[in-house]
Structures are given as structure tokens and as C-alpha cells.
């Protein structure tokens, strides 16, 4: 399977890393960026050739399917000229920063009539999210009745702001919830605990998430982005019988001068990166059985709606109601 990459930055370098190098039935054909220095080293380190645009390497017929991994606002465009020209294609999150976009991404689908789009969110392929699914699923814990949450950051750039919390960041436990419950969410607040110092002074950290599903369970989500101490990612499910909670990464346990003691994942690489492999594996499989498989176009679209509630929310102090339609039985599992 032939891939076009969009984006060689971070994650596009990564993606066309795994693709060429760990995952098998699939070669990256094409690259392109906005930096032509960046896409041609990325294009050498895998050897592929560079694209000079997005455009010209989804139309370019040697590409078979595409991953966007550009800019979160060139999205949109990137997806509906990937569907406009019959291009499965992996984006990465977010799938549109502004739901409006989502939704004409929704309806050229189906008017393509078979799904093309898959959204990055690898949280799914993690080994503990698909042990704590398998229980619930079996009822081994009864129905859900609350999730508590924690996603912590040891540190964060100046350029990240203070929507960022919800749509570069909670968007992960937005989704992973969805799927391990089972249900879409109806409602969102968010409240402001005092900020920690160790942060730039335009963000507010931490920040918590409150939602509420459809069926009146309650999630909170603690996203602390300057915690200094690791990357920490935190999930607990009670039900009406039982908890079941994310394992922490397998770790040796050092003991030595008086105490016993074991290392912390410092960054979201590290503690997610069997997730990223198998999550492009499953991907290029689906492609070569021609089965749609992994979060979909609808998934993208109802986390977006679920982010823009969160940020009016946050900027309101409201509890912002979910304004979310019926979900079409194109998308229906």
C-alpha cells in the first residue's frame, strides 16, 4: 500500500518512521510540507519523494491512501480533497478544529457511500484502555456509573494556551470515554482550581472537566500541563459493582539507599508508542481487506463538538450543553 504523508513535522516524522520501518504491507510513496527543507530530509530518511503541495500528492495516482499530519486547521480541507478524490486517509487529531467543518466532512462521506476516514486517536490501541473495554463489555464491573481522570504533563511551550487543556489535550479522554462507555456525552463545565506558578502567565493550569453522558454518568478530567514531575495518564471506571483501572506502564521497582522506588514515563512518545504502532498496523490492514475499522469521521466530529462546548465553558463559567445530532446509520457499529 503506497502512502502519501502530510505534515513531516513531529508526529508526520514519526508516522513515515513507522510506516517504512515497523509496519508491514504499507511503503510512504510521498511527502509533503510547508517547509520543502523539512519534506525533503524526511523524504531521503524513508525514501520517498516529495510532493511540491497537499493537493498535488493526493491527486498524485501512485498514492493509494494518505496520512494528514499537518497543522490542526488544515485539516478540514486536507480530508474533503482526500474524499473528493476516493483517498482513504488516517488524519490525525483533531479531525477539524471547528465542528462546522466536521460536519461537511460527514456528509461528503456519505455521499461518497463508503467510509475513507479514520481519526488519529491512539488511545483505542493502548493495551490497558483495550483491557479496561474488554471488562466493561463483559459487565465485570456493572454499568458505569462515574470515570475519574487525570492527564498530567511535566511541562508545556509558551505557544500553548488556555483552550489548549480541552482541544489539544483532554480531546484524548474525550474520545477514550466515548468508546469505553459507550454513550455520547450531553453536557460540559469546566472548573479552575488556583493555577501553579511553575506555568507561562497567559495559561490557566490545571483545569478540570465535568461531563455528563446521556444516561447521567459523571467523568471528571483533571488536565494538569505543568506538573513537572511526568507524563502521567490516569483512568478509573466505577460501576455499580466494581472499579477497573488503567495499569502504569510496566516499570523495573528499584530498591537501593533506603528506599524503593520506579521511573515515570516523561513524555506521551514513550508511554504511547506500542499504541501509535499497532493503531497504523490495524490501519493499513483495514485498507488491504477494504473494511472500514478504527474511530471514524463521526468519532472526529463528535469529540470537536464535545471541545468547542468545553472551551465556551471554560470562557463562561456555564454548564455548556452538547449540541449533538442524531449519529447517521452510515456510522453506526
Known amino acids: 500500500m503506497k502512502i502519501g504523508l502530510i505534515g513531516t513535522g513531529w508526529i508526520g516524522e514519526e508516522h513515515a518512521r513507522r510506516l517504512s520501518g515497523r509496519i508491514s504491507g504499507a511503503e510512504v510513496a510521498a511527502v509533503s510540507d510547508i517547509d520543502p527543507e523539512r519534506a525533503a530530509a524526511v523524504a531521503k530518511a524513508v525514501g520517498a519523494r516529495v510532493a511540491a503541495d497537499a493537493d498535488r500528492l493526493i491527486a498524485d495516482p501512485e ?26 486517509v488516517f488524519c490525525e487529531k483533531p479531525l477539524t478544529t471547528e465542528a462546522a467543518d466536521g460536519l461537511r466532512i460527514l456528509e461528503a462521506e456519505q455521499a461518497h457511500g463508503k467510509r475513507l476516514v479514520q481519526v ?28 475519574h481522570c487525570a492527564h498530567r504533563n511535566p511541562t508545556q511551550p509558551e505557544s500553548y494556551h488556555s483552550d489548549k487543556p480541552m482541544v489539544d489535550t483532554a480531546v484524548h479522554e474525550i474520545d477514550v470515554l466515548r468508546w469505553l462507555l459507550g454513550e455520547e456525552f450531553a453536557t460540559v463545565q469546566v472548573v479552575v482550581p488556583r493555577s501553579t506558578a511553575k506555568r507561562y502567565p497567559h495559561l490557566v493550569d490545571p483545569q478540570i472537566l465535568l461531563l ?88 472526529g466530529y463528535a469529540a470537536t463538538v464535545v471541545t468547542n462546548a468545553a472551551v465556551e465553558a471554560r470562557r463562561t463559567g456555564a454548564i455548556v450543553p452538547v449540541d449533538l445530532p442524531a449519529r447517521p446509520d452510515f456510522y453506526k457499529e
Not at 480541507?77 to 473528493?84: E, F, K, S, T, Y
Not at 491512539?122 to 466493561?136: S, T
Open 212 to 299: 455528563e453522558t446521556e444516561s447521567g454518568a459523571r467523568v471528571d478530567v483533571e488536565v494538569f500541563v505543568n506538573c513537572q514531575y511526568g507524563y502521567d495518564i490516569q483512568c478509573e471506571i466505577v460501576g455499580e459493582t466494581g472499579t477497573v483501572r488503567l495499569p502504569d506502564p510496566a516499570a523495573p521497582l528499584v530498591r537501593s539507599g533506603g528506599r524503593a522506588a520506579y521511573p515515570l514515563v516523561q513524555d506521551f512518545p514513550s508511554r504511547f508508542a506500542d499504541a501509535f504502532d499497532t493503531e497504523l498496523q490495524e490501519w493499513v490492514d483495514a485498507l488491504h481487506a477494504g473494511l472500514p475499522a478504527g474511530p471514524s469521521a463521526w468519532d
Open 63 to 88: 498514492v493509494e491512501a494518505v496520512v494528514v499530519a499537518s497543522w490542526g486547521p488544515a485539516h478540514a480541507g486536507q480530508v474533503l480533497a482526500c474524499i473528493a478524490a476516493g483517498k482513504p
Open 120 to 147: 488519529g486517536f491512539m488511545r483505542r490501541y493502548d493495551a490497558g484502555y483495550r483491557q479496561i473495554k474488554a471488562v466493561l463489555d463483559a459487565g465485570g464491573v456493572g454499568t458505569p456509573l462515574m470515570a
